[in-house]
């Protein structure tokens, strides 16, 4: 089935620093992934959709200098937290969905713990 | 835009019995609900999904159904295993577009 990997799993960074998460979709092209955000026992919130050489679409509220999506190829997209701050930490979580299927469901990653200290 | 409504928040039953977690969606134009379970420090997985042409489908001991007119949809495990516990998220949207979660449900079965 498709798998979507998401690395790292776990970081732990220092408030004012930078960190990349990526999502790869292993066994199929993706054009677009979306970014999800989660806090502890709450839903998934969806922060921007990742579209393949083109700016990404962000939701209302998502600073779009904070979060910077880049999707290059279609099996990679990349979000960087910029600056970092203790309120950044959460579980951010990737999706991507199976290129040229008529009824593609939406695969997930395993998700990135981020933790700014 | 969309919005998911999931209820209840979290179902505690014996092993054996029956689950059934009930959503609602708003958007008329929503056309696929998928039902993701989450496990503690994972990403969501997919079980079942249905989409608007169908009212109700089937996969082992689980079934989704859908009422379009009531805009509701609900998700049924039979014969509950304690592997079943988990946290499960309905979702609605369109086939290619973004999808709009539910609240979540802890479900958790006793052995």
């Known amino acids: 089935g498709a798998v979507v990997s998401q690395h790292p799993s776990r970081v732990i960074c220092k408030s004012g620093t930078s960190v990349k998460i990526e999502c790869r979709s292993l066994d199929f092209q993706a054009t677009t992934m979306f970014w999800y955000r989660q806090f502890p026992k709450q839903s998934l919130m969806l922060m921007a959709t990742s579209n393949e050489g083109s700016k990404a679409t962000y939701e209302q509220g998502v600073e779009k200098d904070k979060f910077l999506i880049n999707h290059a190829s279609l099996t990679l997209s990349t979000l960087t937290v910029t600056s970092a701050h203790p309120e950044d930490s959460s579980f951010y979580i990737c999706?991507?969905?199976?290129?040229?299927?008529?009824?593609?469901?939406?695969?997930f990653g395993n998700g990135t713990r981020l933790t700014v200290t | 835009g969309e919005n998911v409504e999931q209820h209840p928040s979290t179902l505690s039953v014996q092993e054996g019995d029956s689950a059934v977690i009930k959503c609602t969606y708003s958007d008329s134009a929503s056309n696929y609900f998928p039902w993701y379970k989450q496990e503690l420090g994972k990403g969501p997985q997919l079980i079942i999904d249905i989409r608007s042409n169908v009212g109700e489908k089937k996969d082992q001991r689980i079934a989704v159904t859908l009422n379009k007119t009531a805009k509701h949809f609900s998700l049924h495990i039979t014969e509950t295993q304690p592997e079943d516990s988990a946290v499960y998220f309905c979702a609605g949207g369109t086939s290619y577009g973004k999808l709009t979660f539910g609240q979540g449900t802890i479900l958790t079965v006793h052995p």
């Open positions: 999706s991507a969905r199976e290129e040229g299927q008529l009824s593609s469901p939406l695969h």
